[in-house]
């Protein structure tokens, strides 16, 4: 299986600030990377598709970088209610892995 | 509006079977293959099981196989989640997916708002 490593676990942010969260892939998968945010109690939404790819609705301060085995995902004059854990998703391969998730707090 | 509702979940002793069901509305049920997908609590996401549109493929994390079946009543917009021989660790909360597959890659564009199942004496 093709195990997704996040880094850091947790990050703490300034509202304002420009933050990068890191997933790093096991084994090359090209640009099979998608993201995810998990507010708490809350389901997970599609943040980014295929690394770097927008998804309609999600604001454009959420960016996603890379290939290969190292990717980022970017987000911009982080806000209050960016507050979640996000998690990468690979696709490369069966199963289909998620990565353990960085929780986002805001200061 | 995509909207996607499980029921089912509860309480369950180990070795009991349970059944998911997830109803699905606003998007053309049979044009989309489906998942479930897993979290148990203070843990990550965890990928279960998926079905093709037509219900004619279906493919399951190593750890389920055998003891999950997934199906689907498209006429029903349904989707169906059969858990036997349950387990202690199958403990999680259980999301619907509408599952994409985009170019050969795969992803969960909608997700329903979860339905918990317990395994416990």
């Given at each position: ?37 998990q507010?708490s ?23 996603g ?7 980022t ?35 | ?21 997830c ?59 059969e ?39």
């Open positions: 299986d093709i195990v997704l490593t996040q880094s850091p676990a947790t990050l703490s942010v300034t509202p304002g600030e420009s933050v990068s969260l890191s997933c790093r892939a096991s084994q090359g998968i090209s640009t099979g990377i998608h993201w995810y945010q507010k109690n809350g389901s997970p939404r599609l943040l980014i598709k295929h690394a770097s790819q927008s998804i309609s609705g999600i604001p454009s301060r959420f960016s970088s890379g290939s290969r085995t190292d990717f995902l970017s987000i911009s004059r982080v806000e209050s209610e960016d507050l979640s854990v996000y998690y990468c998703q690979q696709s490369f391969s069966m199963p289909l892995t998620f990565g353990s998730g960085t929780k986002l707090e805001i200061k | 509006e995509v909207q996607l509702v499980e029921s089912g979940g509860g309480l369950v002793q180990p070795g009991r079977s349970m059944k998911l069901t109803g699905a509305s606003g998007f053309t049920f049979s044009n989309y293959h489906m998942a479930w997908v897993r979290q148990a609590p203070t843990k990550g996401l965890e990928w279960v099981a998926s079905i093709s549109n037509g219900g004619d493929n279906t493919y399951y994390r190593d750890s389920v196989k055998g003891r999950f079946t997934i199906s689907r009543d498209n006429a029903k917009s349904t989707l169906y989640l858990m036997d021989s349950l387990r202690p660790e199958d403990t999680a909360t259980y999301y619907c997916a509408r599952h994409i597959v985009d170019y050969g890659y795969n992803y969960f564009d909608y997700w329903g708002q979860g339905v918990m199942v317990t395994v416990s004496s």
